[in-house]
């Protein structure tokens, strides 16, 4: 019996990468969600473990620290923890054993398989927290994403690398659209951060808005309401480092992390916790430090891609809180979800008119983008005059452009219309529009 090979690149790679120091501290208080200890040495988001009494392991992270002391806050419950328990860093667990094999598959914010079809091998290991790269590594976008959903190909064109803002209220459809964006793309992979989701809605998700086909060619990454806040931060971490994998690899991937106002909520949760002051509505100075290094870790490279989708969950439809505002003033693009919309049956809920795709211009086709504009001026006569038009208060006849504008309003919301399981190729989209484009000129 032959014995199998042995990988002397693999065991050189396990060795370079193993911290030869244990760098170990002690207990000393607790304060609410923060554990205070002399040591160990460890920097700013590293993890440690901590070894209790009941030879319990507890995992946390650093968060802070203050008069010498180390703040770190658990990622996991804390039942049997005292003081003088010994604490070890764990600096080299801050990163995603990636390969292949995280295709299809399911992951917690540890970056550990959650659905039972065993360990991943891997081939790579990622830091989780990266530094984006710099202005000058960037690729210019000039190439058209394509998503399958009508309202946001015809109208909002995406490039491959660019980041956009999903904004809307509660109950509007957001995760429905989230789906159809994964399940239709023409990207090569999809990574998919479900953070601070009820636990209920993540395996209806799963199993029934992306189903068998959209999770083959898919990475999951899951960290429910339930779990610590540093948790749901490394949750989208994990699924960041899983999408450069793959760009690394030289593919086109479309991240879509749902939400961004839960993660400004768990790096509140930790920054409140370390003593950080609060600012704009209780956000504390780290919550903004944080978006725009997740954010820019997205983008065209020379190697590959990463196309972001970020929701922001915006409070009463309020528009310009806080979050909302910041998220909108750093992302290539917004799509904005109307409640009067849904409330009317109208999915996917897209407010057209108040949203932007800024790379659009470049990526569509030229004779598209003059057929969306001469639409958006039709949606827009319609909404000026919906009242006078509601009210009865218009003559047919007085307004020509408005009286062909009225003739093709139902076309228009027929096009803008689209189940969930529904997708449109984007030779069929432009020929409607060129359809409809026309039809509100005579």
Known sequence: MTSAPLDLGRLHRVVAETDPFRRTGVVRETSGLIIESDGPAAALGDFCEILTTQRRRIRTQVVGFRNGRVLSMPLEETPGLQLGD???ARGHEARLAAGPGLLGRVLDGFGRPIDGLGPIEADKYYVLDAQPPGPLEREPIRDRLVTGVRAIDGFLTCGRGQRIGIFGGSGVGKSTLL??????????????????????????????????????????????????APLRIRALQVALAAAEYFRDQGKDVL????????????????????????????YTPSVF?????????????KDGSITAFFTVLVEGDDMNEPIADAVRGILDGHIVLSRAL??????????????????????????????ANRIR?????LENAADLIRVGAYASGSNPQLDSAIAIEKEIQSFLRQTPHETSDID????????????GTR
């Open 86 to 88: 010994t604490i070890v």
């Open 428 to 439: 069929t989209t432009a020929k409607l529009m060129a359809n409809l484009a026309r039809a």
């Open 179 to 228: 789906a159809s964006l994964v399940k239709n793309n023409d990207a090569q992979v999809s990574v998919l951060a479900l953070i601070g989701e009820r636990n209920r809605e993540v395996r209806d998700f799963i199993e029934n808005d992306l189903g068998p086909e959209g999770l083959k060619r898919s990475v999951v990454v899951v960290a429910t309401s339930d779990r610590p």
């Open 342 to 371: 849904g409330q009317k049956g109208h999915y996917p809920a897209i407010d057209v008119l108040q949203s932007v795709s800024r790379l659009a211009p470049r990526v569509a086709a030229p004779g598209q983008a003059e057929s």
């Open 255 to 282: 991240l879509v992390a749902d939400s961004v106002t839960r993660l400004a909520m768990a790096q509140r949760e930790i920054g409140l916790a370390a003593g950080e002051p609060p600012s704009q509505k209780g």
């Open 377 to 381: 001026e039709t949606m827009a006569l």
């Open 289 to 301: 430090q944080l978006l725009p290094r997740v954010f820019e870790r997205a983008g065209r490279f």
